[in-house]
């Protein structure tokens, strides 16, 4: 083999490979969400957030708006504190009475952020915190309630 | 009974010496990199013996093995309702695990043995020898393009791998057992992390093909001169990097996830 086809053979190896990262990157893994600009970011408190994960998303009207950056817990209110981050389009977009509810994405899905915008004129900025949340049904709460309910009927 | 254990314990103590000279072979080797910058066609060339010729076999095997793990997790995702997951467990499988793993035992196989089997035959025809008699460093000359090859070329052929996977998990998933083809990649890039799964994935190709290359050079350059010692390297290569690769995947993964 010749020392000219051998370099464009490695040189063809090459593209293959730049090729093979292009789709690693762009189809199959989330990189081009991560490379848009990360917005601004907002603190909702839960009493319960179930089985929420960082990185969840956040919807409003079921489209994406963000995702949850990190949840932490804070012991002086003794609730779940999650930071959502929200994409910079949708700066200015939600009212300060806006609701933070927790849903869950089909019967067995994961669970995600949905926002419910009130009637406020004034509009969250960054690090606000929304103010009315909702926390995830619990299962366990909710048969307690069912029982409750009907033992307190009859 | 005293002779067994003697033979047992020297055995050990011969494999903990083979052990040390790798070692120091290895170091060696480290040290002769640099003169590479100046001479780059000898890695060209080593990396067309060890890339471009197992190009082949690592696209063919990809592709199938993406094609049989869509099969086989629409099979279970169905019963759940939740097939249209498919593009996700393909995806994860493969950056994370099969594409570093799979593509490192065909590198093992293919290109590690050929490097053992062509280094062992120089040393048995005498040609390093001459090399050294001429006052040109074998290390250099030989060794550290292959080493560097092998280094860069696995992790390169586990994202080929792991990319012609998830088409062919796309081919079988989609257009075979009719799969949303939306689903699957939607559901795939939102499990997908880029620097912790596709980034994970290329550390551990690089950890492979530094241990696979060492390996197989030092196998090579210490094997006993003759055609049985030769043949018998190149065996040793190809079961020893198996079990370094499988053992260090074993430890990666439990570090990086």
Same mark, same amino acid.
């Given at each position: 083999?010749?020392?000219?086809?051998?370099?464009?053979?490695?040189?063809?190896?090459?593209?293959?490979?730049?090729?093979?990262?292009?789709?690693?990157?762009?189809?199959?893994?989330?990189?081009?969400?991560? $490379?848009?600009?990360?917005? *601004? /970011?907002?603190?909702?408190?839960? %009493?319960?957030?179930? !089985? @929420?994960? +960082?990185? &969840?998303?956040?919807?409003?009207?079921?489209?994406?708006?963000?995702?949850?950056?990190?949840?932490?817990?804070?012991?002086?209110?003794?609730?779940?504190?999650?930071?959502?981050?929200?994409?910079?389009?949708?700066?200015?977009?939600?009212?300060?009475? $806006?609701?933070?509810?927790? *849903? /869950?994405?089909?019967?067995?899905? %994961?669970?995600?952020? !949905? @926002?419910? +915008?009130? &009637?406020?004129?004034?509009?969250?900025?960054?690090?606000?915190?929304?103010?009315?949340?909702?926390?995830?049904?619990?299962?366990?709460?909710?048969?307690?309630?069912?029982?409750?309910?009907?033992?307190?009927?009859? | 009974?005293?002779?067994?254990?003697?033979?047992?314990?020297?055995?050990?103590?011969?494999?903990?010496?083979?052990?040390?000279?790798?070692?120091?072979?290895?170091?060696?080797?480290?040290?002769?990199?640099?003169?590479?910058?100046?001479?780059?066609?000898?890695?060209?060339?080593?990396?067309?013996?060890?890339?471009?010729?197992?190009?082949?076999?690592?696209?063919?095997?990809?592709?199938?093995?993406?094609?049989?793990?869509?099969?086989?997790?629409?099979?279970?995702?169905?019963?759940?309702?939740?097939?249209?997951?498919?593009?996700?467990?393909?995806?994860?499988?493969?950056?994370?695990?099969?594409?570093?793993?799979?593509?490192?035992?065909?590198?093992?196989?293919?290109?590690?043995?050929?490097?053992?089997?062509?280094?062992?035959?120089?040393?048995?025809?005498?040609?390093?020898?001459?090399?050294?008699?001429?006052?040109?460093?074998?290390?250099?000359?030989?060794?550290?393009?292959?080493?560097?090859?092998?280094?860069?070329?696995?992790?390169?052929?586990?994202?080929?791998?792991?990319?012609?996977?998830?088409?062919?998990?796309?081919?079988?998933?989609?257009?075979?057992?009719?799969?949303?083809?939306?689903?699957?990649?939607?559901?795939?890039?939102?499990?997908?992390?880029?620097?912790?799964?596709?980034?994970?994935?290329?550390?551990?190709?690089?950890?492979?093909?530094?241990?696979?290359?060492?390996?197989?050079?030092?196998?090579?350059?210490?094997?006993?001169?003759?055609?049985?010692?030769?043949?018998?390297?190149?065996?040793?290569?190809?079961?020893?990097?198996?079990?370094?690769?499988?053992?260090?995947?074993?430890?990666?993964?439990?570090?990086?996830?």
């Amino acid at each position: 083999m010749n020392s000219r086809a051998i370099d464009v053979l490695v040189g063809v190896f090459m593209l293959l490979f730049f090729g093979a990262m292009f789709v690693l990157a762009m189809k199959v893994s989330n990189l081009t969400s991560l $490379t848009s600009n990360p917005g *601004y /970011t907002l603190v909702a408190k839960f %009493e319960n957030i179930g !089985g @929420l994960k +960082p990185r &969840a998303s956040v919807a409003a009207s079921g489209v994406k708006v963000g995702e949850v950056a990190a949840i932490s817990y804070d012991p002086e209110t003794f609730e779940a504190s999650v930071t959502l981050t929200i994409d910079e389009t949708f700066i200015d977009t939600f009212p300060t009475d $806006t609701t933070a509810s927790i *849903y /869950t994405a089909g019967l067995l899905g %994961e669970q995600y952020i !949905g @926002l419910d +915008p009130g &009637a406020e004129i004034d509009m969250l900025q960054n690090s606000d915190e929304i103010t009315l949340t909702q926390s995830a049904i619990v299962l366990e709460r909710l048969i307690g309630q069912v029982l409750f309910s009907r033992s307190g009927g009859s | 009974m005293i002779g067994f254990l003697q033979r047992f314990g020297r055995s050990w103590i011969e494999k903990v010496e083979r052990l040390g000279r790798a070692t120091l072979f290895l170091l060696h080797m480290l040290g002769a990199l640099g003169s590479l910058v100046s001479r780059p066609s000898l890695l060209v060339k080593q990396l067309y013996a060890s890339g471009v010729m197992t190009l082949s076999i690592v696209l063919v095997s990809g592709l199938f093995v993406g094609m049989v793990l869509a099969l086989q997790a629409y099979n279970t995702l169905i019963d759940f309702g939740q097939e249209n997951r498919v593009g996700t467990l393909v995806a994860l499988t493969l950056v994370r695990e099969l594409g570093p793993v799979v593509t490192g035992l065909l590198f093992a196989g293919r290109a590690g043995s050929a490097m053992t089997a062509e280094i062992g035959l120089m040393k048995a025809t005498e040609q390093l020898s001459g090399l050294e008699m001429m006052a040109v460093d074998p290390y250099k000359r030989v060794f550290a393009p292959r080493f560097l090859a092998g280094f860069l070329a696995l992790p390169m052929l586990a994202a080929m791998f792991s990319a012609i996977g998830v088409i062919g998990g796309h081919l079988i998933g989609v257009d075979v057992l009719g799969v949303d083809a939306s689903a699957y990649w939607s559901q795939m890039q939102n499990a997908t992390s880029f620097y912790s799964d596709v980034g994970n994935g290329l550390i551990k190709g690089l950890v492979f093909g530094f241990v696979v290359s060492w390996i197989a050079i030092f196998e090579g350059a210490d094997c006993i001169p003759t055609s049985e010692g030769v043949s018998s390297a190149t065996t040793r290569t190809v079961v020893y990097s198996s079990l370094a690769i499988l053992g260090l995947d074993f430890l990666l993964t439990a570090v990086m996830f």
